[in-house]
């Protein structure tokens, strides 16, 4: 009798523990990728919003800020402007001292799919969400730190996590119970 409450219990519980887990996961899935486009979004802007100024006249200087930004340490977006070559016009952002120089094919490959929107990891810690766009004498760089995005992202996980768990046990539960109160002398 014990065997046979068992398996059923296993026959409701199997089908659905699948399905609780491809729910929970498509649910994080939607979650994270949500958060990570969302943080391309004031950059995207700002890329755009460069790239028409400079296209219009206006000097690199006069479009970044006048204070610096620590890139591997603040929330705040920087802009950087790049000449046709790849060098840096004018930039508000600061990594280790230095301006925030991408790989080269970042910048090239901007010039043939306007806007290019990357993450960059120029270190270990320090991860950019960074849009790149085109103008007529080179390219503009719009970015700002994944942190809080990358917290949030953990955050989440953790509850599709729970989520899942708490499904997991009420579906065990639910499996055994409706496996006893199966009618007896029916088989699955």
Avoid at 54 to 70: F, I, M, W
Avoid at 99 to 114: C, K, Q, R, T, Y
């Amino acid at each position: 009798m014990r065997s046979n409450l068992v398996r059923r219990a296993l026959a409701f519980f199997l089908p659905l523990s699948v399905l609780a887990t491809l729910s929970c996961g498509l649910v994080y899935l939607a979650d994270q990728q949500n958060l990570r486009s969302g943080a391309n979004d004031p950059q995207i802007q700002m890329a755009q919003d460069a790239t028409s100024a400079l296209d219009a006249g206006d000097q690199p200087a006069s479009l970044v800020s006048t204070g610096q930004v620590d890139v591997a340490h603040s929330l705040a977006p920087f802009l950087v402007v790049f000449d046709s070559s790849g060098k840096v016009l004018a930039t508000d952002g600061r990594l280790d001292g230095h301006d925030p120089i991408p790989p080269s094919g970042v910048l090239a490959s901007a010039a043939n799919n306007p806007p290019d929107i990357v993450t960059w990891q120029p270190r270990s810690g320090v991860r950019i969400a960074a849009v790149v766009a085109p103008w007529h004498g080179g390219t503009v760089l719009a970015g700002r730190s994944l942190a809080q995005v990358e917290v949030r992202e953990n955050n989440a996980l953790l509850i599709a996590l729970a989520a899942w768990l708490a499904m997991l046990v009420a579906l065990a539960l639910a499996s055994l119970a409706a496996a006893w109160l199966w009618p007896a002398g029916r088989e699955l």
